[in-house]
T-cell receptor
Framework: NAGVTQTPKFQVLKTGQSMTLQCAQD?????MYWYRQDPGMGLRLIYY???????DKGEVPNGYNVSRLNKREFSLRLESAAPSQTSVYFC???????????FGPGTRLLVL | EDKVVQSPLSLVVHEGDTVTLNCSYE??????LLWYKQEKKAPTFLFML????IEKKSGRLSSILDKKELFSILNITATQTGDSAVYLC???????????FGTGTRLQVTL
């Protein structure tokens, strides 16, 4: 089992460019989440998908879109990147509620 | 708005010391409180607490939850340099088990 995987590991974008961050899990988990982590801010929830076919906004959804492509994959898209989106992005998944979330290794994004 | 507050923000101790990290919360639809350790990469799971007063232990680490006073503590005894990390407290809420994180406590253990 690879667990939760994320691609790419690191990306540099120019302001206004778009990109998609990929996340996949092979644990047959039902729910998936995208967080961002900024210095001194902890992790904040961007979007989540409670089950295949559903997505909902988290605490900081502005500037992002998501797609739950199937049960395994949950992607995060930046349509027009801004310097304020420079951050480390973590994907997480969980099989059932009342269980711990498993985190991917993270994607470090720098927007110039 | 759900809120999780950790204290202290950072601390430096000597190897062998005992430390206590604090986490207080104000949330709706509480499901559980979780502690994670983060060392320059993804958070790794330490404990999940759902019931008040029941201590969870793993080696030198232990944690307890007080649902009446809305806080939890994480204790680390006989600290080692390998314990140096950011310790994150998070509260899971709602049927979708969304996590609200505190800003973390940065622990540095020196020789």
């Amino acid at each position: 089992n690879a667990g939760v995987t994320q691609t790419p590991k690191f990306q540099v974008l120019k302001t206004g460019q778009s990109m998609t961050l990929q996340c996949a899990q092979d644990m047959n988990h039902n729910s998936m989440y995208w967080y961002r982590q900024d210095p001194g801010m902890g992790l904040r929830l961007i979007y989540y998908s409670a089950s295949e076919g559903t997505t909902d906004k988290g605490e900081v959804p502005n500037g992002y879109n998501v797609s739950r492509l199937n049960k395994r994959e949950f992607s995060l898209r930046l349509e027009s990147a801004a310097p304020s989106q420079t951050s480390v992005y973590f994907c997480a998944s969980i099989k059932y509620s009342r269980e711990t979330q498993y985190f991917g290794p993270g994607t470090r994004l720098l927007v110039l | 708005e759900d809120k999780v507050v950790q204290s202290p923000l950072s601390l430096v101790v000597h190897e062998g010391d005992t430390v206590t990290l604090n986490c207080s919360y104000e949330v709706t639809n509480f499901r559980s409180l979780l502690w994670y350790k983060q060392e320059k990469k993804a958070p790794t799971f330490l404990f999940m607490l759902t019931s008040s007063g029941i201590e969870k232990k793993s080696g030198r680490l232990s944690s307890i939850l007080d649902k009446k006073e809305l806080f939890s503590i994480l204790n680390i005894t006989a600290t080692q340099t390998g314990d140096s990390a950011v310790y994150l407290c998070a509260v899971s809420t709602g049927t979708a088990s969304k996590l609200t994180f505190g800003t973390g406590t940065r622990l540095q253990v020196t020789l």
